[in-house]
């Protein structure tokens, strides 16, 4: 049997000649002339080697292949029109996966909200996300292994279209009695006396206060390094030394950890976060709709 020779529209002619007991009337249904349709309905016979019709001069009936052949004509077009159900989802951004990396302040502070409203607007949009440190995100998005990248600015992004996300204010941390906590403000340079708490070197963060300690030619003293906000929070509230992190990541640990925040005067110290992606009409659908989204958080 050679199955090239089935194509939809003869499937989908058959089906209506057994549904209105009428070559003709499936004609019409299917708009084919009734000679169009009577030589479609010979040729699927010929490829099935079967007779599938009785012609009868009131009408058709079909044979015992005959009825085997439409159960199996229906349900291919039933998944036919699902695959194309599925195809025009995915051309109209209803469906899909898109791929984030995102550095752990945006994580924190920012992408639950902004991701969950977007899930429950577009449901079957599926979002894979890490995350990295800033200079490990802008190679994942040059390399095409993320689609979108969310990273601090002042991180080398050439290649790359940046768009604004959301800003940011760092704050020192310290325990409650240390002699900063009671201070309303502070500059940077005044923090250098102390013993520092900060995040591991690649991270954008721990590369800001020591281009700034090394501008203002004082070295940074740096205590301990830990891999996650919580840890410098636990490490500054165990007397370890100072911090400092973005506000409204530490400020959910103040009471329960006993710190005091103390802003920082410097211009540096409010940061942009920042979208970036190789080319926005190279995206996906899918990739756009977040990208909008994300845009305009």
């Known amino acids: 049997m050679n199955v090239s020779r089935f194509d939809l529209v003869t499937l989908a002619l058959f089906v209506a000649v057994a549904r209105h007991g009428s070559i003709s009337a499936g004609a019409r249904q299917v708009h084919l002339a009734v000679g169009a349709a009577s030589r479609r309905i010979a040729d699927l016979e010929a490829a099935v080697n079967a007779p599938l019709l009785y012609r009868r001069a009131s ?15 229906l349900r291919i077009l039933k998944d036919v029109e699902q695959m194309a159900g599925m195809m025009s989802d995915y051309s109209s951004g209803a469906r899909g996966t898109v791929r984030i990396w995102a550095n752990t302040s945006s994580i924190t502070q920012f992408l639950p909200d902004d991701l969950s409203s977007f899930m429950v607007a577009h449901p079957a949009i599926r979002i894979e996300l890490e995350e990295q440190n800033s200079s490990s995100i802008v190679a994942a ?12 600015d002042r991180t080398q992004a050439q290649g790359l279209v940046t768009l604004p996300y959301r800003d940011d204010e760092l704050v020192l941390i310290v325990p409650r ?6 201070k309303a403000s502070v500059r940077f340079v005044e923090t250098l006396d102390s013993d520092f708490v900060s995040l591991p070197e690649a991270t954008s963060l721990a590369n800001r206060l020591l281009e700034e300690s090394s501008r203002i030619e004082k070295p940074l003293r740096l205590r301990i390094q830990v891999r996650s906000f919580d840890a410098v929070c636990r490490m500054v509230a165990a007397g370890m030394g100072v911090g400092i992190l973005p506000r409204l990541a530490v400020e959910p640990h103040v009471r329960s950890m006993r ?17 970036g992606v190789r080319d926005p009409d190279a995206l996906t659908v899918s990739a756009r709709l977040l990208l909008g989204h994300l845009e305009a958080s």
């Open 59 to 73: 009408g058709i009936e079909l044979t015992e292949p005959g009825q085997a052949c439409l159960t199996h004509a």
């Open 141 to 152: 998005v040059l390399e095409n292994r993320a689609d979108i990248g969310i990273f601090a």
């Open 177 to 182: 009695g240390h002699a900063l906590a009671r």
């Open 259 to 275: 710190l005091k925040l103390v802003p920082l005067e410097d211009a540096w110290a409010h940061r942009s976060l920042l979208l």
